[in-house]
C-alpha cells in the first residue's frame, strides 16, 4: 500500500494552502482532487458543453458545477483542481474584526469563534502575498468605462452608504508593479504553471463565474496549486475520496476511486493510501459528508458534527430596467469582472450599525445561475424549466430524495442561451449558523435550515437594495426562489466546526480534530459561523495558520497541537486497541494508573502548548512602566513546553523543561522562532510562601542580532482568588545578546514589559497536554498531583 507522509483531500482554498506549505516543508504530499484539471482556454462555453458542465459520476457528468438541492437552501459549489476558486468572482476580503462573534443562537446553541483577527492577520498577509489581490482599476481606462462600478459608487453616495473597491484575485497587470492592460501576457510568478499555458490578464469580460479562459483570474491552480508542485506535491485529479479511517498506532487510511470520463464502469475498483496525516478539505459538504460516512471509525468524535451550517448570508436579487430619466441607462452587467464593488452595512457589534453586518457587491452574469431568470419568450426553455419543477415537486414526497441536482439543472440548461438581467446583486453576512447537516436513509447528504432566525438580516439586505434601485431607476426584482423562503448560496460553511473543547466544536482552533492527532480540517466545513464578507480569504488564512501549526508538530514528532501519537478512542484497520497515550483530563482508578507508571520501563514524556499577549516599551527596565507607557509595543509568544522525562521533571528541584516555538514583536520584525528555550514550573526562592515560573527565551531580532526574552511569573502567598493572576501573568525583560545568567552583571536590559495569557487562549492549553510513551495517563495523574499540590502549598490555607 502506498504511504505518504501527508494527504489532501481537495483543492480548494484549504487544501492547495495546505499541499504548498507542507510540500513547502519537505513533506511527501499527495492531493487527491476528484474534478478535472481546467487549462485556460477549455472552460465549457457552447451550449452543448453548458449543458454537461455539472458535477453528477452517476449521470456520467464530470464538470464544475456541483448542485445541491436541501430543504430552506440549494447550493452551488466547484468540482475541480483549484476548487471554488474556479468559479468565484475573485474577492478577496478579511472578516471585520468585531465579527469574531462569541453569541448564543436564537434556537439554541451558541457560535463561538475560538480565534480572533489578530490571530488571522498575519496569515491573511501571508495568503494576499501569493495570491496578489488588487482593487479594480476604476480611474484609469479603460476600466474607467465599467458603468455597473459607477452606477454602484453613484447609488451607495446617495445613501450614504459605504462603498469600496475590494481586492480581486485578478491580473489587471502582466506583473506586480506594472501598468495594468488588457489581454497582455502574464509575466511567470516564478515557480511555473501547473497548466503549462500561457495565461493574459483581464480583458473585462465579466466570464468570472464561468471559467476564466484566459487564465486572468489568479486562481489557486494558477499560484498556491502551481507552488506546491514546483515544491513536490504530487497532484491527482478525478480522483474521488470515499472513505477515511485511522490506523493502529497512529496515521490514516484514505479510499478512494479513479474517474474516467467517457468510460463505463459497474463498480469502480477501490484504491488505498496510508498517510502520517490527513487534511481534509474537501468543502463543506465534502468534508463534512466524508466525517458523517465514516464516523463508526471514529468513536468519540464530537457530537458538533453536522452543526453550525449556514449560507453565509448569500442573497441573489436583480435590477431590472434601470433608466435615467426618460433613457435606459446602461449598467452592463458584461462589461468588467463578475464583482467591482462592494458595499458595507456595519454591524451592531462595531458600534454603528442597525443589526447584523452584510456586504452588497454587484454581480455580472454568472451562468450557473442563469437558469432562475424567466426567458418568457423561449417556448422550448419553459417546457424543460416545467419538466424540471415538476421532477421536484414529485421529489419531495420521496422517502430519499436526491439531494444532488446537478443532473437536473443540467438538463434544464439543455442546448439554449438563457436571457440574462440588467444586473444581479449579490448580498451576504451574518446569518444565523442552525443548521444541520445529517445523512439520510439512503446515505445522502441532508440538510436542515431555513430562513426564519435570519430573517432581519434579509430584510435589512433587501431593503438595502431596493433603495439602490430606487436611485438607479430600476425595478427590483427578488429571486423567485425567496418567495419559496429559499435561498441559494455559493458559500456554504459549518458541518464541522471549530470550537474550545469537543463539547464545543469537531476540531481545535487549528483545525486538529479533537481525539484524533494528525487528522485536519481546512475548509469552510470548520468555520464556527457564517464569515459575513465573501469567506475564501479566511478559509485560506485558517489553512495557512493551520500548516504552521501541523509542521511544527511534524517537527516534534508528535500529532499537533491537542493530540498525540496515536488517536484517542480511535481504532485500527484492524479494530487493535490503541497505544496507551492520553490527552487533556484523565479518569478512573489514580492508584492503578500509578502503580503502572512504576511497573513499566521507559520514559514517559509530557508537553503542552501555551500562548501569551502583551506589551513591552523598548528603554523600560520596570516591567509594569513597560506595560503601560504609550510608547508600549505588542509582544507575543507561543510555546510548547516539553519534559521529556516526567519522573525527573517532577524530582528535580528547579522542575526544568524545554521550550520552543516563536517569539513576535509586533513592529521589530516578523515573527522570530526560538533558538533555545528553558521553562521551570513552581522553581523554589528559599521562601516556603514563594515560588517562581520562569522562562528563558533565545532568539535572534528581525535584524539578525541575538536577544534573550526573560520572563518570571510570581507565584505568591495570598488568598486562592490570587491563583489566575499570579499563573497568567508573565513579567519579561528583553536582554541583548544571549544571556545563560540572569544575574549577569553585564547584561544589557532593552525593554521590559507584561504578557497575559487570555481566558480564551487558557481554555485551548487545557486541550494541549499530551504524553508519549509507556505511561500517559500516570504521567498525568502525577504532573496533575504535583502541580495541586503546589498551588495548595502556597494559596491553601496555614493550618500551623
Request: with cysteine.
Amino acid at each position: 500500500m502506498e504511504q505518504v507522509d501527508a494527504v489532501v483531500v481537495g483543492s480548494g482554498f484549504g487544501g492547495s494552502v495546505a499541499a504548498y506549505r507542507l510540500a513547502e516543508a519537505g513533506q511527501s504530499v499527495v492531493l487527491l482532487e476528484r474534478g478535472q484539471p481546467y487549462p485556460p482556454g477549455s472552460f465549457p462555453r457552447s451550449p452543448a458543453e453548458m449543458g454537461r458542465a455539472f458535477w453528477d459520476p452517476a449521470a456520467n457528468l464530470y464538470g464544475m458545477y456541483d448542485v445541491w438541492s436541501f430543504k430552506g437552501c440549494d447550493s452551488v459549489v466547484s468540482s475541480g483542481l483549484g476548487g471554488g476558486s474556479l468559479i468565484y468572482a475573485n474577492v478577496l476580503l478579511r472578516k471585520d474584526e468585531r465579527w469574531f462573534v462569541h453569541e448564543e443562537l436564537p434556537g439554541g446553541g451558541h457560535s463561538y469563534w475560538p480565534i480572533t483577527r489578530e490571530d488571522l492577520d498575519p496569515h491573511y498577509d501571508a495568503v494576499e502575498k501569493m495570491i496578489d489581490p488588487t482593487p479594480y482599476p476604476l480611474d484609469r481606462a479603460p476600466y474607467d468605462d465599467t458603468p455597473k462600478a459607477h452606477a454602484m459608487q453613484d447609488a451607495a453616495a446617495e445613501l450614504g452608504l459605504d462603498y469600496s473597491l475590494p481586492p480581486l484575485a485578478i491580473a489587471f497587470a502582466p506583473e506586480r508593479g506594472a501598468a495594468p492592460g488588457l489581454s497582455l501576457p502574464i509575466v511567470d510568478a516564478g515557480y511555473g504553471n501547473v497548466h503549462g499555458v500561457r495565461r493574459r490578464t483581464c480583458k473585462l469580460c465579466g466570464e468570472c463565474y464561468i471559467g476564466c479562459n484566459d487564465g486572468s483570474k489568479n486562481s489557486l491552480d494558477h499560484t498556491y496549486l502551481s507552488a506546491a508542485a514546483h515544491q513536490g506535491a504530487d497532484l491527482r485529479t478525478l480522483h474521488d475520496v470515499h472513505a477515511i479511517r485511522p490506523l493502529h498506532g497512529g496515521g490514516y487510511e484514505v479510499d478512494y476511486v479513479r474517474h474516467e470520463p467517457g468510460v463505463k464502469i459497474k463498480k469502480p475498483y477501490i484504491h488505498t493510501i496510508a498517510c502520517k496525516r490527513l487534511v481534509l478539505a474537501a468543502g463543506t459538504y465534502g468534508t463534512t459528508h466524508l466525517l458523517l460516512k465514516s464516523r463508526k471509525h471514529f468513536p468519540g468524535l464530537s457530537d458538533a458534527l453536522g452543526t453550525r451550517f449556514c449560507g453565509n448570508g448569500d442573497l441573489l436579487t436583480f435590477l431590472l430596467k434601470a433608466k435615467d430619466r426618460n433613457r435606459v441607462r446602461p449598467l452592463d452587467g458584461s462589461r468588467g469582472p463578475t464583482i467591482t464593488s462592494a458595499i458595507r452595512l456595519a454591524d451592531s457589534l462595531d458600534g454603528s450599525g442597525d443589526g447584523r453586518g452584510a456586504y452588497i457587491q454587484d454581480g455580472g452574469y454568472p451562468g450557473f445561475v442563469d437558469w432562475m431568470i424567466p426567458a418568457l419568450d423561449m417556448s422550448e426553455q419553459i417546457e424543460r424549466a416545467v419538466k424540471f419543477l415538476w421532477g421536484q415537486f414529485t421529489n419531495f414526497f420521496k422517502d430519499a430524495p436526491d439531494t444532488n441536482m446537478s443532473a437536473e439543472v443540467a438538463e434544464l440548461i439543455g442546448d439554449g442561451a438563457l436571457s440574462v438581467s440588467s444586473l444581479p446583486l449579490l448580498g451576504m453576512g451574518r446569518d444565523t449558523a442552525d443548521g444541520v447537516l445529517s445523512l439520510n436513509r439512503g446515505g445522502r447528504l441532508s440538510a436542515e435550515w431555513s430562513t426564519k432566525s435570519s430573517v432581519d438580516l434579509f430584510d435589512r439586505m433587501r431593503r438595502t437594495m431596493q433603495g439602490l434601485a430606487d436611485v438607479l431607476g430600476a425595478d427590483y426584482a427578488d429571486n423567485p426562489m425567496w418567495f419559496r423562503k429559499r435561498i441559494i448560496t455559493v458559500h456554504p460553511l459549518g458541518g464541522s466546526p471549530m470550537g474550545h473543547h469537543p463539547g464545543e466544536g469537531v476540531c481545535d482552533a487549528f483545525g486538529e480534530v479533537f481525539g484524533f492527532p494528525g487528522l485536519y480540517i481546512a475548509d469552510g466545513a470548520a468555520m464556527p459561523g457564517p464569515v459575513g464578507p465573501n469567506p475564501s480569504l479566511t478559509i485560506a488564512a485558517m489553512a495557512d495558520r493551520m500548516s504552521t501549526r501541523l509542521l511544527e508538530s511534524a517537527d516534534r514528532g508528535t500529532g499537533g497541537s491537542s493530540t498525540g501519537a496515536g488517536p484517542v478512542g480511535g481504532t485500527g484497520s484492524q479494530d487493535e486497541p490503541v497505544s496507551d497515550t492520553t490527552y487533556g483530563r484523565w479518569t478512573g482508578d489514580d492508584e492503578a494508573m500509578e502503580n503502572t507508571m512504576v511497573s513499566q520501563s521507559g520514559r514517559t514524556s509530557l508537553s503542552f502548548t501555551e500562548e501569551m499577549k502583551g506589551f513591552v516599551t523598548y528603554g523600560a527596565t520596570d516591567p509594569r512602566a513597560g506595560e503601560l507607557s504609550d510608547k508600549r509595543e505588542r509582544l507575543s509568544f507561543r510555546l510548547t513546553i516539553t519534559a521529556e522525562d516526567v519522573d525527573r521533571f517532577l524530582a528535580e528541584p528547579e522542575h526544568t523543561a524545554r521550550a520552543e516555538g516563536w517569539i513576535e514583536s509586533h513592529g521589530r520584525g516578523e515573527r522570530r522562532p526560538v533558538q533555545d528555550g528553558r521553562f521551570n514550573l513552581f522553581a523554589p526562592t528559599g521562601q516556603d510562601e514563594r515560588r517562581l515560573m520562569k522562562y528563558r527565551l533565545f532568539y535572534m531580532d528581525g535584524e539578525g542580532r541575538p536577544r534573550t526574552l526573560v520572563g518570571e511569573k510570581n507565584v505568591l502567598h495570598g488568598p486562592p482568588t490570587r491563583i489566575w493572576p499570579d499563573t497568567s501573568t508573565l513579567y519579561v525583560h528583553i536582554m541583548e545578546g544571549h544571556v545563560p545568567d540572569q544575574d549577569d552583571p553585564n547584561a544589557k536590559v532593552l525593554a521590559a514589559g507584561v504578557l497575559h495569557i487570555q481566558l480564551t487562549d487558557f481554555a485551548r492549553q487545557l486541550t494541549t497536554f499530551r504524553t508519549t510513551g509507556p505511561s500517559g495517563a500516570a504521567a498525568l495523574v502525577a504532573f496533575g498531583r504535583f502541580f495541586a499540590g503546589e498551588l495548595w502549598e502556597v494559596y491553601g490555607p496555614d493550618l500551623g
